[in-house]
């Protein structure tokens, strides 16, 4: 609660700030539509729609982190204003969190979510044949699972109806994601001097988000590890997109980036690494910073070739 409460006031106060204004950068923000018919605050997305740019735009769907417990899509207003001032059309999302709703709720919400975006970019000016799908921390695991879910097929219901939809990601923005949920124990079996509360928070990540969990049924709880899914996985039915994969060096869960990058490359896939020199976890929501900074730099850089 502490934790979620200091990043939403600090949300809050950055939106005070006149760059912060989405019309000084020429874009429109349409505020909490429903993405799912049963409604509710969980199920509501805002659209960041840039202004003055020829038609139709790239999209992205933004998925936000907050190890599957905290944060939202207000929270992330920040990531969404980056990629609407460089002429993305922007669906930051909510979706329901843990312990309350452990997995699979947050994949399903955000396969919902891709899946309404797929059938209304266009009447927003976006082309859904330039579909990217971009998230930190959690938000880069649930964009991971969404993403083999759109190139396996995958017995989930949820990972099923998105294959069938025919959904084709241009692109993947994986920022610093915690991509293994099931084995915590593993940065600290690699580095002991991460600390007791950086153990006890990621533990507490794994523990909210699984326990309660079903562990039976199709697919199990497979995809709320979708590095381990990746490392383990054949060729695809269809081509998995390219990957942009930026993670500071002081990072405790760094490895997941790295583990990411050899995986794709052992499946051919199209993918670039970048380390920030000393920097820490999601370190590019400090948008002031020179690293930060050259973090979204290299991130647009990557994904402009797949946004024309």
Same mark, same amino acid.
């Given at each position: 609660?502490?934790?979620?409460?200091?990043?939403?006031?600090?949300?809050?106060?950055?939106?005070?700030? =006149?760059? /912060?204004?989405?019309?000084?950068?020429?874009?429109?923000? @349409?505020?909490?539509?429903?993405?799912?018919?049963?409604?509710?605050?969980?199920?509501?997305?805002?659209?960041?729609? =840039?202004?003055?740019?020829?038609?139709? *735009?790239?999209?992205? *769907?933004?998925?936000?982190?907050?190890?599957?417990?905290? *944060?939202?899509?207000?929270?992330?207003?920040?990531?969404?204003?980056?990629?609407?001032?460089?002429?993305?059309?922007?669906?930051?999302?909510?979706?329901? @969190?843990?312990?309350?709703?452990?997995?699979?709720?947050?994949?399903?919400?955000?396969?919902?979510?891709? !899946?309404?975006?797929?059938?209304?970019?266009?009447?927003?000016?976006?082309?859904? !044949?330039?579909?990217?799908?971009?998230?930190?921390?959690?938000?880069?695991?649930?964009?991971? /699972?969404?993403?083999?879910? %759109?190139?396996? #097929?995958? =017995? #989930?219901?949820?990972?099923?109806?998105?294959?069938?939809?025919?959904?084709?990601?241009?692109?993947?923005?994986?920022?610093?994601?915690?991509?293994?949920?099931?084995?915590?124990?593993?940065?600290?079996?690699?580095?002991? %001097?991460?600390?007791?509360?950086?153990?006890?928070?990621?533990?507490?990540?794994?523990? /909210?988000?699984?326990?309660?969990?079903?562990?039976?049924?199709?697919?199990?709880?497979?995809? /709320? $590890?979708?590095?381990?899914?990746? #490392?383990?996985?054949?060729? =695809?039915?269809?081509?998995?997109?390219?990957?942009?994969?930026?993670?500071?060096?002081?990072?405790?869960?760094? $490895?997941?980036?790295?583990?990411?990058? %050899?995986?794709?490359?052992?499946?051919?896939?199209?993918?670039?690494?970048?380390?920030?020199?000393?920097?820490?976890?999601?370190?590019?929501?400090?948008?002031?910073?020179?690293?930060?900074?050259?973090?979204?730099?290299?991130?647009? %850089?990557? *994904?402009?070739?797949?946004?024309?």
């Amino acid at each position: 609660m502490i934790v979620d409460n200091a990043f939403r006031g600090a949300a809050s106060a950055g939106r005070l700030h =006149p760059l /912060a204004r989405p019309e000084r950068h020429r874009v429109e923000v @349409l505020r909490d539509i429903p993405y799912r018919e049963e409604g509710g605050h969980a199920h509501k997305l805002d659209i960041y729609v =840039p202004m003055d740019r020829p038609r139709p *735009l790239p999209v992205v *769907l933004y998925v936000h982190g907050g190890g599957f417990r905290i *944060l939202s899509k207000e929270t992330h207003w920040v990531m969404a204003l980056a990629f609407a001032r460089r002429g993305y059309l922007v669906f930051n999302i909510d979706y329901r @969190l843990a312990p309350v709703h452990p997995y699979p709720a947050a994949p399903e919400d955000a396969a919902a979510a891709l !899946a309404w975006t797929a059938r209304n970019a266009e009447r927003y000016g976006g082309d859904p !044949a330039r579909i990217f799908l971009a998230g930190e921390s959690a938000g880069a695991n649930l964009i991971t /699972a969404l993403t083999i879910a %759109t190139s396996y #097929e995958r =017995p #989930e219901p949820w990972a099923r109806a998105l294959f069938d939809l025919d959904v084709r990601p241009k692109g993947v923005v994986a920022a610093c994601g915690l991509l293994q949920v099931s084995d915590p124990a593993r940065f600290f079996r690699r580095k002991s %001097t991460l600390g007791t509360f950086v153990n006890d928070r990621i533990t507490e990540v794994s523990s /909210a988000y699984l326990e309660g969990a079903a562990a039976e049924g199709p697919g199990a709880l497979e995809l /709320a $590890d979708p590095l381990v899914v990746l #490392e383990n996985s054949a060729a =695809p039915a269809r081509p998995l997109p390219p990957f942009f994969i930026p993670v500071g060096t002081k990072d405790p869960v760094l $490895d997941d980036s790295r583990r990411l990058k %050899t995986a794709l490359d052992r499946l051919g896939v199209a993918s670039e690494i970048r380390f920030y020199d000393g920097e820490i976890h999601a370190f590019h929501a400090f948008v002031w910073r020179r690293n930060a900074q050259q973090c979204w730099k290299d991130t647009f %850089t990557f *994904l402009e070739p797949y946004a024309r």
